[in-house]
């Protein structure tokens, strides 16, 4: 008696159905912004994970020869996908084929790292790879194999769960890089450390922020206005901080400051900063387009 009444109430009352439903629904990607996207992640990518190798390959103890040698082989590695991606023509078959190499490479490179984190968490091996270093570059190749994958497969999530998502992953990697940077400057740069820790708060914040969107609006109908502040908040404070490192790389190159930041770090984490404001950008147009086609509805 009971499960009938619950099952007629069910249907009628429309505050019972799941939000979920009204979700807007995946869209499929063209073919150029197919073959200009995969290719633009590719020649980005590979050029961090043949770093992210030369990085870690430096912090290992000079007797963990076995890592080391292992870490050459995936700088050599990547540098030959990386070549490959420049010579890949635009051309669907090609293109797939390049991104299906791409994500084995990758795949065994993610096994790397978060095997080698373990080691360093359980006192397997010292050294000077920081566990969080690691696992902030293992999920930054979990995120480019991701990205891979949703391309192969032709889909592109709604505009509203991509800015979410995309702002959850790039804003956390934004608040470490901020962490990274405060603890390698040396700690009598205290006005740089202070305005490091600061970056690295201010993120703390948007990535909070940004979570809690998550957790009311992923998968569920177009709340526009909401996204496109949180998407322009990131890009604010991601330009502040770009602007920083790239004044911060140019102090370490005339040795100016005192550190142990490589320059090619530097450089790196400037490229990072540069990659999520080209995807704030991406973002942006496609929730333009979408609101424009709301207008036109109403
Ligand atoms: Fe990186
Ligand atoms: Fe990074």
């Known amino acids: 008696m009971v499960n009938q009444n619950f099952s007629s109430m069910d249907s009628s009352n429309p505050m019972l159905i799941p939000p979920e439903k009204f979700a807007a629904p995946k869209e499929s990607l063209t073919e150029q912004l197919f073959i200009e996207r995969s290719l633009t992640e590719n020649k980005f990518w590979l050029r961090i994970m043949k770093e992210h190798a030369y990085f870690l390959g430096e912090g290992f103890n000079k007797k963990d020869k076995q890592l080391i040698q292992q870490t050459d082989r995936f700088h050599q590695f990547f540098e030959e996908q990386e070549k490959k991606a420049y010579q890949t023509p635009n051309n669907v078959t090609a293109v797939r084929k390049l991104n299906e190499d791409t994500i084995q490479l990758v795949y065994g490179f993610r096994n790397f790292k978060r095997n080698l984190l373990l080691l360093i968490i359980n006192c397997k091996i010292s050294g000077f790879n920081f566990p969080l270093l690691v696992d902030h570059i293992a999920r930054e190749a979990e995120y480019f194999m991701r990205t891979l994958k949703k391309f192969n497969e032709g889909i592109l999530d709604p505009i509203q769960d991509s800015i979410i998502k995309e702002n959850v992953f790039w804003l956390r990697i934004m608040m470490e890089h901020s962490r990274f940077i405060a603890s390698l400057l040396d700690q009598s740069e205290r006005n740089l450390v202070i305005t490091a820790r600061k970056f690295a708060d201010d993120f703390e914040v948007l990535l909070n922020q940004a979570r809690d969107v998550e957790s ?4 569920k109908s177009p709340t526009y206005p909401i996204i496109g502040k949180l998407n322009q908040d990131s890009e604010n404070a ?3 901080l770009r602007n920083f490192k790239q004044a911060g790389l140019e102090l370490i190159k005339s040795c100016q400051i005192r550190n142990v930041i490589e320059p090619l770090l530097a450089d790196h984490v400037v490229r990072e900063a540069n990659h999520f404001l080209n ?8 929730l333009k387009v979408k609101k424009e086609e709301e207008q036109k509805k109403s």
């Open 216 to 219: 009311m609006l992923y998968k």
């Open 238 to 240: 991601a330009t502040e």
């Open 279 to 286: 995807m704030i950008h991406v973002l942006d147009e496609r």
